[in-house]
């Protein structure tokens, strides 16, 4: 089982829809998580960076994370059709700090 | 300011032959990092460099070797390329191992 767990989607939303992204993880040793924005044939853009629980706002990214359950979630806002990528979380544990990236996920806004 | 930089864009190689991946930063990272990505697979670490001077293997090493060849420099070699190597290979960097990592724009190779 890989330690960091995403589907792939596709996922299909509207514009201005409000999107949810999740990931799961398996150990309960951990330092922080990071999401990453991918586009086609482009290298991941660093989104957004958490070391704790609770909630972490960017503009219309906000990025939760929930210890007891192993659940760290990407919430966008009024999505666009920009925002169509595969997003890939990432975590870091303490002891190797080493991240560990989940497959990723692929959203579609479409028009 | 390019960030992480990386040569070639595309490359084709036959079975049996070496090749070198560059990568190069400008943001003063101690950190760096080789990964491949795979359809399916997610991003699959290569090797790491935590600081100037030191390298260490990730999840799949096998069949590439590294240099650290300064602060700003790191790149990845294949001795003897097999087809099981057609990827999407990215560099990335930190300011150390445990902070946020930049990544290159990705080198395509394919084996034939």
């Known amino acids: 089982q890989k330690e960091v767990e995403q589907d792939p989607g596709p996922l299909s939303v509207p514009e201005g829809a409000i999107v949810s992204l999740n990931c799961t993880y398996s150990?309960?040793?951990?330092?922080?998580f990071m999401w990453y924005r991918q586009y086609s044939r482009k290298g991941p853009e660093l989104l957004m960076y958490?070391?704790?629980?609770g909630n972490k706002e960017d503009g219309r990214f906000t990025a939760q994370v929930d210890k007891s359950s192993k659940y760290i979630s990407l919430f966008i806002r009024d999505s666009q059709p920009s925002d169509s990528a595969t997003y890939l979380c990432a975590r870091v544990s303490g002891g190797s700090y080493i991240p560990t990236f989940g497959r990723g996920t692929s959203l579609i806004v479409h028009p | 300011n390019a960030g992480v930089t990386q040569t070639p864009k595309f490359q084709v190689l036959k079975t049996g032959q070496s090749m070198t991946l560059q990568c190069a930063q400008d943001m003063n990272h101690n950190s760096m990092y080789w990964y491949r990505q795979d359809p399916g697979m997610g991003l699959r670490l290569i090797y790491y460099s935590a600081s100037e001077g030191t390298t260490d293997k990730g999840e799949v090493p096998n069949g590439y070797n590294v240099s650290r060849l300064n602060k700003r420099e790191f790149s990845l070699r294949l001795e003897s390329a097999a087809p099981s190597q057609t990827s999407v290979y990215f560099c990335?960097?930190?300011?150390?191992?445990?902070?946020?990592?930049?990544f290159g724009p990705g080198t395509r190779l394919t084996v034939t």
């Open positions: 150990n309960s040793a951990f330092q922080y």
């Open positions: 990335a960097s930190s300011e150390e191992l445990a902070n946020e990592q930049y």
């Open positions: 958490t070391y704790s629980s």
